[in-house]
DNA sequence: CGGCCGATCCACT
DNA sequence: GTGGATCGGCCGA
């Protein structure tokens, strides 16, 4: 059911980006288990992509586990308040990486609920990458953790995803990536998919 | 060192 | 639509 190893060391990290829609991702953390399905993702695509904090080679204590063999999470504080999720993907020294930035809430609900300071969960609550994150708990102790590992981790439970329910657009946030900015590396899917 | 600013979110108006 | 929160990364001196 997890995604395997080498299902991350795949070398497109814009198709694997499309394809981690509708799968789900989960944390176990204190004996909780809180998972949702992946609704929208963002492709980094290496020392190529203006917009990648790998841009140009760059290596510093933050993005070194960008280098390492996909299959690693990269989580980074972002605007000293919100802990972002990325998937590290490809080969090692390629510093590919997917950003996850919206679930739909599916299993543990009511801890996503506490961990929100909600009395239940909406669609609403999840739909931002620094949403996701705190329904999921995933903060700096999860940076740089084996995705086939205990801890945090993505299965595929066979949702079947179409063509059809894909939006692609260009990514969020990332004005300063001049050409880079207007590449369609962000997917969406569509509004209002039936999934069940 | 100092200073700028970000792969965001929410509460305002 | 605007601005504040909040802090570590990054770069240049």
């Given amino acids: 059911m997890k995604l395997s190893k080498s299902y991350y060391q795949s070398e497109n990290v814009v198709d694997i980006a499309r394809n981690l829609l509708g799968k789900v991702l989960f944390t176990s953390l204190n004996n909780k288990i809180t998972s949702g399905i992946i609704s929208e993702t963002e492709a980094y695509a290496g020392i ?66 506490r961990r929100l300071g909600k009395k239940f969960v909406s669609n609403k609550f999840t739909n931002g990458p620094g949403k996701l994150s705190k329904a999921l708990g995933i903060s700096m102790q999860l940076n740089n953790k084996l995705l086939t590992g205990n801890k945090i981790w993505i299965e595929d439970l066979h949702f079947k995803i179409n063509e059809g329910d894909i939006i692609a657009s260009t990514r969020i946030g990332v004005g300063y990536a001049k050409e880079d900015a207007l590449l369609p590396y962000r997917f969406n899917l569509i509004p209002d998919l039936q999934i069940f």
């Avoid at 390492?68 to 998937?87: A, D, K, P, Q, T």
């Fill in 48 to 113: 190529r992509d203006r917009a990648s904090h790998a841009y140009n080679g760059r290596r510093t204590n933050r993005t070194e586990v960008m280098y390492r063999e996909g299959g690693f999470s990269y989580v980074y504080l972002c605007y000293g308040i919100h802990y972002l999720f990325n998937v590290v993907t490809g080969p090692e020294n390629q510093p590919h990486a997917v950003l996850i930035r919206s679930i739909l809430p599916f299993n543990g609900i009511d801890e996503m609920a």
